[in-house]
């Protein structure tokens, strides 16, 4: 099981960055994906979920309407697509699967995160 993010960098304020999280390892398109953030000196919180059909998400209340997040089945994919970044987005942006396939039912998975650095 592997989940990959990537997309991170540096950007200014106002900026817009996309990360993506690639599987492999287990049945991607029986798993709700969410990204995760962590910024420095505090606790992992949640950012973003989709659900497996793609057809339902939600959001943080910090990031609503400024961050997208999406999911392409055929690819093994999960996207973040975010707008109108700000400092306080600074942080490390993890992947997670939830898996509600076969063998992996209820397990969770988690990437090594993607450093997301807002400053001018």
């Known amino acids: 099981v592997e989940l990959v993010e990537s997309g991170g960098g540096l950007v200014q304020p106002g900026g817009s960055l996309r990360l993506s999280c690639v599987v492999s390892?287990?049945?991607?398109?029986?798993?709700?994906m969410s990204w995760y953030r962590q910024a420095p000196g505090k606790e992992r919180e949640s950012v973003a979920s989709?659900?497996?059909?793609?057809?339902?998400?939600a959001y943080a209340d910090s990031v609503k309407g400024r961050f997208t997040i999406s999911r392409d089945n055929a690819k093994k994919t999960v996207y973040l697509q975010m707008n109108s970044l700000k400092p306080e987005d600074t942080a490390v942006y993890y992947c997670k699967a939830l898996s509600f396939g076969g063998a992996t039912y209820g397990m969770n998975y988690w990437g090594k995160g993607t450093l997301v650095t807002v400053s001018s």
């Open positions: 390892g287990f049945t991607f398109s029986s798993s709700v």
């Open positions: 989709i659900t497996r059909d793609g057809l339902t998400t």
